[in-house]
């Protein structure tokens, strides 16, 4: 166990919905960062927060948002859900602020867009 | 796509044999990690390996880094089917806390 948890482990939604999924990291971590595994592909990188600050964005739309509170937790917002939208979400924090030397990984949200 | 490649895709092997696994990316890299996945959940940090690195080792993985060839390769010796899993490479190139993902191998290891 990494220390890194996120919820729900699991969500269906429906195209054009609206979703949160959250993720409390590491104690002592105050980096975190998310990213988007379609099925059968390497993770592909969202956003990444240090200091509640955005440290840096990949190729994703501005639908695709974030949050990093005071105790480092994080959160990322999807609107106007696309069925493509639909895949693996995984949270990662770190132990140096914007240092990716190693990254532990929260076990990931599931989500389904029908 | 800005994700590197790595091959084979998929890896069958018996247990006590050793898997290799290959990795390559494209552009110039801090340091080059691998990470293992079950079942589609969270990643596992295995090792880290800088760029002025050319060789690795931890436990049974031996990692080698080619940065002339912008590829690295991962070794498990002596596999177990406690090893069943995919393996991703990862290269952080310094970019606003990005790593960027190959697209794995899935390694099945038989009993």
């Known amino acids: 166990e990494t220390g890194v948890t996120q919820s729900p482990t699991h969500l269906i939604k429906t195209r054009g919905q609206q979703v949160t999924l959250r993720c409390s990291s590491q104690s002592g971590h105050n980096t975190v960062s998310w990213y988007q595994q379609a099925l059968g592909q390497g993770p592909q990188f969202i956003f990444q927060?240090?200091?509640?600050?955005?440290?840096g964005r990949g190729n994703f739309p501005p639908r695709f948002s974030g949050l990093q509170f005071p105790n480092y937790s994080s959160e990322l917002n999807v609107n106007a859900l696309e069925l493509d939208d639909s895949a693996l979400y995984l949270c990662a924090s770190s132990l140096v602020g914007g240092n990716n030397e190693k990254l532990f990984f929260g076990s990931g949200t599931q989500l389904s867009v029908l | 796509s800005q994700q590197g490649e790595e091959d084979p895709q998929a890896l069958s092997i018996q247990e006590g044999e050793n898997a290799t696994m290959n990795c390559s990316y494209k552009t110039s890299i801090n340091n080059l990690q691998w990470y293992r996945q079950n079942s589609g959940r969270g990643l596992v940090h295995l090792i880290l390996i800088r760029s002025n690195e050319r060789e690795k080792h931890s436990g049974r993985l031996r990692v080698t880094l080619d940065t002339s060839k912008k590829s690295s390769s991962l070794l498990i010796t002596a596999s177990r089917a406690a090893d069943t899993a995919s393996y991703f490479c990862a290269t952080d190139s310094n970019q606003g806390g990005k790593l960027i993902f190959g697209q794995g191998t899935e390694l099945s290891v038989k009993p």
């Open positions: 927060y240090y200091r509640e600050e955005e440290n």
